[in-house]
């Protein structure tokens, strides 16, 4: 009389196959890099879209293989581990996540050790290979980032500046030193020099 009762049950998916027409077809609906393009360090997160175009439940497993701009593997991903199914007429989201190392922190200190401990450098390329299917169908499909690690650089560019400095104030000294022996052993002062 009034009152509102809240009932929970517990209910279990179950997906089976039967004989009849069976048509297998899935497409990527995307698979981009979540975020800016361009970042300056690692975790990366992918994105994987795969629309079920069938008549039947689909679960596609792959990996997503990462390459530097050399050519070689930087990591790779597991798309579905956990084997879920995409529904016929339907698109299945999947997410992945480079992650080599943790971020530290956001303030300037914290985020130059990530991009040290976490170093990449230049354009990268993520290739999803996924497998579909009872008769193992194949859909490969790919994305491009680029990682430029600004904090790291201009620490190192402002170091290189520095230890180019030290070199030559030291060549400077140490060619003033030989001058100076040169003309206390000789009492004379050397040709283009003026005392």
């Known amino acids: ?31 981009t890099v979540d975020g800016k393009k361009t ?31 050399l050519g070689g593997v930087s990591a790779t991903l597991p798309i579905n581990p956990a084997e879920g199914a995409v529904l016929p007429g339907s698109i299945r989201h999947f997410t992945m996540t480079w ?16 991009e040290t401990h976490n170093f990449g450098l230049g354009t990268y390329t993520a290739e999803a290979d996924i497998t579909y299917g009872q008769s193992k169908q194949n859909l490969i499909v790919s994305a491009k980032f680029t990682i430029f690690p600004w904090r790291l650089l201009t620490v190192l560019a402002l170091g290189l500046i520095l230890a180019i400095l030290i070199l030559v104030w030291a060549v400077k000294a140490y060619n003033r ?7 206390a052993q000789t009492g004379k002062t050397p040709r283009g020099q003026i005392k």
């Open 1 to 31: 009389g009034g009152s509102v009762v809240i009932e929970s049950k517990v209910g279990t998916l179950i997906l089976l196959r039967v004989n009849g027409d069976i048509r297998e077809a899935a497409s990527v609906a995307a698979f």
């Open 39 to 69: 970042l300056t360090h690692p975790p990366v997160n992918f994105s994987l879209r795969i629309s079920d175009d069938g008549n039947v439940h689909i679960r596609p497993t792959g990996v997503v293989t990462i390459r530097n701009m």
């Open 99 to 114: 992650k080599p190392d943790a971020d530290r922190g956001p303030n300037f200190f914290q985020q130059l050790s990530s």
């Open 177 to 183: 030193m030989i001058i100076n022996r040169a003309e």
